[in-house]
């Protein structure tokens, strides 16, 4: 949004208070903050020379303006508080970045792991976040921006204490991790151990006998792996009733295999009436076949479910006639942030039916769609549905029948996901237009992106340009697939220009299947192989010619075990462009062809 003609009176008051918090803070410690941070949220307030202009970019392009008046002579009156998600994303962002960088400071007290540099990034923003909204709260001001400077210097403050403390020792995480594994053993009952097998009421009445000491500390079940019948499902009946006040997560995937259709119904039902009315955040029915008349016989469990924050219904027939029963028996969606459909046979009417409770869950962090026989109709409702998830950080819609208009649709909706760190659009037939779409809205979004997957997707040479644009915007990239599609050299190439630079956290990169011939091979070799951990170059499938095989084994000759199987390869393979290549020995050199392709540019608009 762009604001218009703000009165001066309204820029002088606002840069007054924040002039006065400035003069608060030592000369050294702005410069500090400034370089540490790099981040414009904080140097908008630290700074004393910037003013309307500034302003301006900072409250359009970062903070949500709640409430916009405009009188008759055009003044405008700007809230600066609270800040929209994806700000405060970007300040966790933008820290993690200083966390991770080189820096006068980080060789004094030492470099953080990127790992423990979002943590500590994320945990900066919350108590900074909290500090000034209590602020907000008790004494608030006409447009928050007292509320931005306690927000600004105490996410200042908190850095620069994790800074001088440094990477924590290994001795601590190991003390860490070892609590908190203690801690999720001790309150999880877990029988799916060992081999899949029926069991009989005798058998858990042994298996379950543990859930009926009194006083026990156990939080989640999992019934998993083990087919209940109905003398078992009795037994365990008693034992849910007694502890499900206490449960706050429930496993009952694959708990019914092999059982004929109405004893599994029965043990679904006998299930759900013992557990309805726990106040559940993790459910998994997964890999039980329900179609319509198990989700229905789960209906007491799931109608009482209001803060669910994991739901999985894997591998379950999950129909159209499925999905519309999950949407009408689960109350509210509000508190979901995993939510996996994988593997089941939904269909356009049933994504419409998952397109309406998305709509209802604005937290969530996790959609896995994949494998549903998702269409067109269904693909754009589902698009659409995911803008009102702005706090989308996995995105899972592989092996559908999108097409390029639901891929267009996605675009549109890529914007919200500023937290975004990993994305699998792979077999969604998007071709060049819907590939382009994605790969644009994702290059202005997404700037944590780790994981970019959109194989199979009939992407030529036409299209790389714009993946290439986005890939070299990425630079915490870590995985990338674009195997299965028809790059040929001109788009291995490109995609070779955007990842040779920076992109230190690479460590694997999957082009097999590509039409690729030996000057695409060769520079996406050299591209790669002095990255820091990088693990795996899959180019396995192509048309390598038997020198550029050579070529690039000698690249990784100290690194063999980096370069993929190369088994698939056809040196003799026909180009799909027979216009690029003739058959009779006309074939133009390959240093000469691979000459014009390094001429090669990235569009980066």
Known sequence: ????????????????????????????????????????????????????????????????????????????????????????????????????????????????????????????????????????????????????????????RLMLEVLKRGPKTQEDEEVKTVDEGSAAVANLFDISGGRREFISGEEAEELLKPLKVPGNSYTRICFSNRSFGLDAAHVAESILLSIKGQLTGVDLSDCVAGRPESEALEVMGIF??????????????????LGEKGVRAFGRLLKTQNILE??????????????????????????????????????DEGAAAIAEMLKQSH???????????????????????????????????????????????????????????????SYLNLEDEGAEALANALKESAPSLEVLDMAGNDITAKGASSLAACIMAKQFLTNLNLAENELKDEGAILIAKAIEDGHDQLNEVDLSTNAIRRAGARLLAQAVVHKPGFKSLNINGNYISDEGIDEVKDIFKSLPDVLGKLDENDPEGEDLDEDAREEDGDVEDEDELESKLKGLEIKLE
């Open 310 to 347: 994991e739901l999985y219904l894997i591998n379950d027939g999950i129909s159209e006639e499925a999905a519309r029963a999950v949407c009408e028996l689960i109350p509210s969606t509000e508190k979901l942030k995993v939510l996996h459909f994988h593997n089941n046979m939904t269909g």
């Open 1 to 156: 949004m762009k604001l218009e003609g703000p009165s001066p009176s309204t820029s002088t008051a606002h840069w007054t208070l924040i002039d006065k918090a400035v003069n608060k803070i030592k000369a050294k410690d702005i410069i500090i903050k400034s370089q540490l941070l790099n981040s414009q949220l904080l140097t908008v307030c630290f700074s004393r020379k910037s003013r309307i202009s500034t302003c301006a970019r900072f409250v359009s392009g970062y903070f949500y303006m709640d409430s916009v008046t405009q009188s008759f002579q055009h003044r405008m009156s700007v809230k600066l508080w609270p800040p929209i998600q994806s700000t405060r994303l970007m300040l966790v962002e933008r820290m993690t970045k200083n966390f991770i960088t080189p820096s006068f400071i980080s060789r004094k007290y030492g470099l953080l792991n990127k790992e423990e540099a979002e943590e500590d990034a994320k945990k900066i923003e919350e108590m900074a976040f909290a500090a000034a909204n209590q602020h907000h709260e008790k004494d608030p001001d006409g447009d928050g921006s007292s509320a931005v400077q306690i927000y600004a210097k105490e996410s200042s």
């Open 272 to 289: 759900s009436l013992a557990l309805e009315g726990c106040n559940l955040r993790y459910l998994n029915l997964s890999n039980n076949a």
């Open 363 to 425: 937290l969530l962090e996790d959609f896995r769609c994949s494998s549903t026989r998702v269409g067109l109709e269904g693909g754009v409702a589902l698009a659409e549905a995911l803008g009102s998830c702005s706090h989308l950080r996995k995105l899972d819609l592989r092996d559908n029948m999108f097409g390029v208009e639901a891929g267009i649709a996605l675009s549109k909706s890529l914007f919200a996901f500023a937290g975004l760190t990993e994305v699998y659009l």
